[in-house]
Nanobody, 127 residues
Framework: QVHLVESGGGLVQPGGSLTLSCVAS????????IGWFRQGPGKEREGVSC????????WYEDSVEGRFTISGDNAKNTVYLQMNGLKPEDTGVYYC????????????????????WGQGTQVTVSS
């Protein structure tokens, strides 16, 4: 069982930045695929970005590529999502997810398949 705790959400104006953190209770560097997902108001949950830290394999959803950066800190068992140039359509609850094994970053983010989920952190982009 891996526990995931997200933090860093909040209210930000359009064009602003936030950094989300996901702290895991287990070593996630080598055997997990980690992802950030979001669910906006009235929308289905979608994959935002996924990473396999040891392989430096990363996937981004098209609308966030170039604005968001996912990264991992092995020593802290933490995955970050740096979000720049935020837009109102980025508003939603952001969830961290982790799957053990060899699930590819694209497979995880596109299908939404994951074994463990965090409770989510709210991101609101509004003027």
């Amino acid at each position: 069982q891996v526990h995931l705790v997200e933090s860093g959400g909040g209210l930000v104006q359009p064009g602003g930045s936030l950094t989300l953190s996901c702290v895991a209770s287990d070593d996630i560097a080598d055997y997990y695929t980690i992802g950030w997902f979001r669910q906006g108001p009235g929308k289905e949950r979608e994959g935002v970005s996924c990473i396999r830290i040891a392989e430096e394999s990363i996937w981004y959803e098209d609308s966030v590529e170039g604005r968001f950066t996912i990264s991992g800190d092995n020593a802290k068992n933490t995955v970050y999502l740096q979000m720049n140039g935020l837009k109102p359509e980025d508003t939603g609850v952001y969830y961290c997810a982790a799957t053990p094994g060899w699930l590819g970053v694209d497979a995880m983010c596109i299908t939404g398949r994951s074994t463990f989920w965090g409770q989510g952190t709210q991101v609101t982009v509004s003027s």
